[in-house]
């Protein structure tokens, strides 16, 4: 009985977060437009990161085995429970960011071929005018035997982008914010595929129950993308 009570805990509350273990009545609203009940108040994470927080608990074994690690656009929810767990073979990259390991243009990536065992990049590559050329540099330095974990949002049924709008209101108006350079569908499968991986679309019932998915929030339709190279 005791292990029972254990279990159920963290969803006695209606909300509950993995990340930074929040238990409370409600998460906050958040986003352009606004959307109900998404942010954590604790760690301010939103359905994104938690649920890619239950696949590396759950589905991996990063947090116990230090893997060379390169986190793109490190999130605040996120980095400091990484670096926790990987040490110092954890890397945070962004192009342009002052507060992490190295500045990185993800289109020419300054590493060696077969440098990292795990790659996380989300919501980045929408930004990225050619991400194509991204995708084959994740590939071209990730370890044969690791996995990329690459997010993007999914707000189109197909991928539509322009490369001759450059207004940020025309990108705004056609891709939802000012600085994306084309909403992504479906077929971002098919980009990764293009690129040389292999990979599996996650949902969150692949790793987390009916309770944890409402406690958290996470929308049945959200995916993780996890691509490994082709052997």
Known sequence: MKNLLKACLPFIWKRYCPICDFRGRNFEDFGRPLRKEVRCPGCRSLERHRLVWWYFLRETDVMNSQPAMLHVAPEPCLR????EHIGESYLTADLLANDVDVNM??????YPDNTFDVIYCSHVLEHVPDDRKAMKEFLRVLNPDGFAVLMVPITAEQTV??????DPQERLRLFGQEDHVRRYGPDFSERLRGAGFV???MTPNRFCSEAEQR???LPD???IYVCRRKH
């Open 221 to 223: 339709e959200d995916r």
């Open 105 to 110: 243009d993800i289109t020419e990536i300054q």
């Open 161 to 166: 982008e322009d490369p001759s709008v450059t």
């Open 199 to 201: 990979v599996d679309e």
């Open 215 to 217: 406690a958290s929030r």
């Open 80 to 83: 400091p429970h990484f670096k």
